[in-house]
């Protein structure tokens, strides 16, 4: 048998396959999510999210510089506020957790990008991401009130804000109120195609914003709706999103190529807290080989057309990464 073409001859060693390697993951494209805390020498373990913690931030400032020595170019802060009200107002404080741990950051790793959630749900003490009354979430109330929100965290020195809410219109108010204060060069990383998904569980116990009542589905959209989430990309757009996030990743590479084909804008895949949460379970039972399972799924990501990871791999994919390149 004489065969022309044999894709093989492009596999036989790991120099070969390294050079004609289609995609990558660098660790230039990893966003690494952190959670703090007010109060001293707090390090407190996420139960369901092994090497995940809620951190002071005395020991925050410590961690930070595991994640500066790695290499990773950014985080994404989530806070805790000692306090949670039914308006959520520890997320506009000027003296807020996530304030105050932007001014620590950029103290200490000017370099090192800050980009800040922007949503109520981890400061209501109902758990919802906006203004309740009669059980239902107010749109546009919570929208002057997010907006608020993301003009504090510039004023802090935050180098990007991220809206999570999945309000309607929300990134035109930020847009807006960030300009009208001085901000025209924060860009803004909407969370535009974000599903009302089963992978957030550990997530809400980081960051204790499990609602007390209903769920988030009025608001986050259905898992089965793809046009959607290109309709929801393109009013953020619209309305001045610089980057869109697609969470989860890895049930959604799908939307995440989409978005990519027809808005071409840079793209985020968020790894959330449960799709991190069953590898760790699965490497830990010694079912899988948690370095090449984490690698394929992160590449997946690029395959796709993210250009940004969002992850809590990070750490871990960083020095994968480095000892690869040895």
């Given at each position: 048998?004489?065969?022309?073409?044999?894709?093989?001859?492009?596999?036989?060693?790991?120099?070969?396959?390294?050079?004609?390697?289609?995609?990558?993951?660098?660790?230039?494209?990893?966003?690494?999510?952190?959670?703090?805390?007010?109060?001293?020498?707090?390090?407190?373990?996420?139960?369901?999210?092994?090497?995940?913690?809620?951190?002071?931030?005395?020991?925050?400032?410590?961690?930070?510089?595991?994640?500066a020595e790695a290499g990773i170019p950014a985080i994404l802060l989530f806070g805790i506020?000692?306090?949670?009200?039914?308006?959520?107002?520890?997320?506009?404080?000027?003296?807020?957790?996530?304030?105050?741990?932007?001014?620590?950051?950029?103290?200490?790793?000017?370099?090192?990008?800050?980009?800040?959630?922007?949503?109520?749900?981890?400061?209501?003490?109902?758990?919802?991401?906006g203004i309740i009354q009669e059980g239902k979430v107010l749109n546009d109330p919570t929208l002057k009130l997010l907006a608020q929100t993301a003009v504090s965290h510039a004023e802090a020195g935050a180098d990007m804000v991220a809206p999570s809410d999945m309000m309607d219109g929300r990134v035109a108010a930020i847009r807006e109120a960030l300009d009208d204060e001085g901000?025209?060069?924060?860009?803004?990383?909407?969370?535009?195609?974000?599903?009302?998904?089963?992978?957030?569980?550990?997530?809400?116990?980081?960051?204790?914003?499990?609602p007390q009542f209903g769920d988030r589905r009025t608001y986050q959209m259905d898992p089965p709706n793809g046009n959607e989430a290109m309709l929801e990309t393109a009013l953020d757009i619209e309305e001045g999103a610089d980057i869109i996030i697609v969470k989860p990743a890895l049930a959604y590479g799908d939307i995440t190529y989409r978005t990519k084909e027809q808005f071409g804008l840079p793209v985020a895949a968020y790894n959330v807290s449960g799709e991190y949460a069953m590898v760790k379970a699965a490497a830990e039972k010694g079912w899988?080989?948690?370095?090449?399972?984490?690698?394929?799924?992160?590449?997946?990501?690029?395959?796709?057309?993210?250009?940004?990871?969002?992850?809590?791999?990070?750490?871990?994919?960083?020095?994968?990464?480095?000892?690869?390149q040895l």
């Amino acid at each position: 048998m004489n065969l022309i073409n044999r894709p093989r001859r492009l596999r036989s060693s790991e120099a070969i396959r390294r050079m004609v390697r289609e995609n990558h993951v660098r660790i230039e494209d990893l966003i690494y999510p952190m959670f703090v805390m007010f109060g001293e020498k707090k390090k407190i373990p996420v139960s369901s999210m092994p090497g995940v913690y809620n951190y002071s931030l005395d020991e925050y400032l410590l961690a930070l510089k595991e994640v500066a020595e790695a290499g990773i170019p950014a985080i994404l802060l989530f806070g805790i506020p000692e306090v949670k009200d039914e308006v959520g107002t520890g997320a506009y404080d000027h003296h807020g957790i996530i304030q105050e741990a932007v001014r620590l950051t950029k103290l200490h790793y000017p370099n090192l990008y800050v980009i800040t959630d922007v949503c109520l749900c981890e400061y209501t003490d109902h758990g919802h991401c906006g203004i309740i009354q009669e059980g239902k979430v107010l749109n546009d109330p919570t929208l002057k009130l997010l907006a608020q929100t993301a003009v504090s965290h510039a004023e802090a020195g935050a180098d990007m804000v991220a809206p999570s809410d999945m309000m309607d219109g929300r990134v035109a108010a930020i847009r807006e109120a960030l300009d009208d204060e001085g901000y025209s060069h924060i860009p803004i990383m909407s969370y535009s195609a974000k599903f009302a998904s089963a992978f957030y569980g550990p997530f809400r116990e980081a960051a204790g914003s499990t609602p007390q009542f209903g769920d988030r589905r009025t608001y986050q959209m259905d898992p089965p709706n793809g046009n959607e989430a290109m309709l929801e990309t393109a009013l953020d757009i619209e309305e001045g999103a610089d980057i869109i996030i697609v969470k989860p990743a890895l049930a959604y590479g799908d939307i995440t190529y989409r978005t990519k084909e027809q808005f071409g804008l840079p793209v985020a895949a968020y790894n959330v807290s449960g799709e991190y949460a069953m590898v760790k379970a699965a490497a830990e039972k010694g079912w899988i080989d948690e370095k090449r399972v984490v690698m394929e799924s992160l590449v997946s990501m690029k395959r796709a057309g993210a250009d940004l990871i969002i992850t809590y791999h990070a750490l871990d994919a960083a020095r994968w990464i480095k000892e690869d390149q040895l």
